[in-house]
């Protein structure tokens, strides 16, 4: 597939009204990191860290963490890499950790909420980090914070562990960006503080969209009962794009429909301008938003908007068929 796309590989995702989409990667193992160059994609958007945790049949130690860290740091070459922190519980479950007997895990004890309430190894991993960019720059953030107190709790992990560092004379990154990912319709509703305050949002599509329609997302049955072109579900995320544009603060989605193409062409014409992916879907995705005009789309949503339909799908799909 990526063959087919070779040709566009190293143009921009720019589409017929002059915009330009930065197209990321998803990646999780080192043997991931090939694909940046090959894709063409324009960094790693989402790196899910727990992958290497959940290959393992024990808890790695700090040294191994940070080996592994530089390793993603150089073979992304200079390269954005935003890291999320490790996202365990629910559906990923470490085979060393005691699993935890809890009748609904997806909304249980997990991600940032293991993080913060035993915080050993977000500490770890955030130190690994810190010397791994070893003061190069450096994205990291955190999985499935629903609320601005979270979000200040683990910042406040990060700016001990920075504190850490500067005492034990290590170097820090000459910049750092400390994120947030939006998982849970909450944090769509945070405080304005909360958007002032974080470095930048990654929308995990995935989980929102499970929370969003009360849909678990492992259950084949009822997960595909609802549409991410759903209008109250565009509806949310484009209030998420305006809180985030009237603060300034950088914003992508990093769920699996960001690779879809038809979510990718309304979630641009609704406004986000990064969207992170896997690296297979970039070419198909830099293809169409290259031959497509965003206001043209728009218009299509909006018909169908206000012709009371419950998702734009159907709309944007007949229309394209006559575009490409
Ligand atoms: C998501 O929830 O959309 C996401 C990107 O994270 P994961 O799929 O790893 O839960
Ligand atoms: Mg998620």
Redesign the pocket.
Known sequence: AQERYASIRDLPAETKCGQVIALQMNAGLIADLPSLAGSGAEGVGLFRTELQFLIRNQMPRRAELSALYTRVLNAAQGQRVAFRTL?IGSDKVLPYMKPNDEPNPAMGWR?IRVGLDKPGVLRMQLQALLRAANGQPLAVMF??ITQISEFRAARAEMDKAIARETKLGHPLPEKLEVGA?L?TPSLGFAPDAFFEEVDFISI?G??LKQFFFAADRENERVRKRYDTLDVSFLSFIKQVIQRCEASNTPLSFC?EDAGRPVEALCFAALGLRTLSMRPASIGPVKHLLRRIDLNDVRAVMDDAIAKGEQSVRRAVADWLVYQV
Do not use: H, K
Request: charged letters at 30%; hydrophobic letters at 30%.
């Open positions: 996202d991600a999985p499935f990912m998982e995990g995935n989980d769920g």
